[in-house]
């Protein structure tokens, strides 16, 4: 009687750290990620600041999470920073991961792009970050938001379908990059929308994108972001 007592102690306890979000708060982050995404086009592909931009976004969404945990210990889980599915959705990612994989190898081959070098190594290790947070931006705070807006009803597949268009947008004027994060779009929304899990997501999206530069759009990003400011 008094572990039972005790756990519907605890569970109460959880529930009051909930607090509802408002629409106003959901438009809200929308409204940031799309000024991020304008961001980039001005200081990633205008002033060529790549490096600059990525680092700023990081400690400045950074920031952002910071307070909403503060004010809510329980956003974290519900946006998709979670561990305790992390398994069950990385196997659920396998078979479009390998798929996707394939697909690069057959494509490069075609084109005549595969261009791999030593320099996917640390892109292997620094660019999952970068995809977690690309990943928490247009998955979590878009697809998230709109498909739990109070007044604005949105069926799943719109959801799923503007989210992927905005994050193949963001990606313009790559005519690969748009068409392979649209792809990337449709599959993590869904997945995303079934169960929540940015670490996941944000790991394959890194390993995917690295390889993916290397493979099929014949870049070093690599060279791009990192080794001009240091010649």
């Not at 995404?37 to 001005?42: D, E, M, Q, S």
């Not at 210990?73 to 798929?99: E, H, I, S, Y």
């Not at 660019?127 to 007044?151: C, E, V």
Request: net charge positive.
């Amino acid at each position: 009687m008094k572990s039972t007592l005790t756990k519907y102690l605890v569970e109460f306890s959880s529930l009051k750290l909930t607090r509802p979000i408002s629409d106003k708060v959901r438009w809200l982050e929308i409204i940031g990620v799309v000024l991020t995404a304008l961001g980039k086009f001005i200081v990633m592909d205008f002033l060529n600041w790549r490096l600059p931009f990525v680092i700023v976004a990081i400690l400045s969404w950074s920031i952002y999470v910071c307070y909403r945990y503060k004010k809510d210990q329980l956003v974290l889980k519900d946006w998709g920073f979670r561990l305790d599915n992390f398994k069950a959705v990385f196997k659920m990612m396998m078979p479009f991961t390998a798929l996707s994989v394939f697909s690069f190898f057959i494509i490069g081959y075609v084109q005549g792009t595969i261009n791999l070098s030593w320099h996917i190594l640390p892109l292997l290790i620094t660019y999952p970050i970068w995809g977690t947070i690309q990943q928490f931006l247009t998955i979590g705070l878009i697809a998230g938001n709109l498909n739990t807006l109070r007044h604005v009803k949105l069926s799943k597949i719109s959801v799923i379908l503007i989210t992927a268009v905005l994050f193949s947008l963001v990606h313009y004027p790559i005519n690969w990059l748009m068409i392979g994060t649209f792809v990337l779009g449709l599959v993590y929304g869904y997945i995303y929308l079934k169960s929540k899990n940015l670490y996941v997501l944000g790991l394959l999206h890194g390993w995917l994108g690295a390889l993916f530069y290397y493979t099929v759009v014949n870049q070093d990003p690599f060279a791009d972001v990192f080794l001009k400011w240091f010649n």
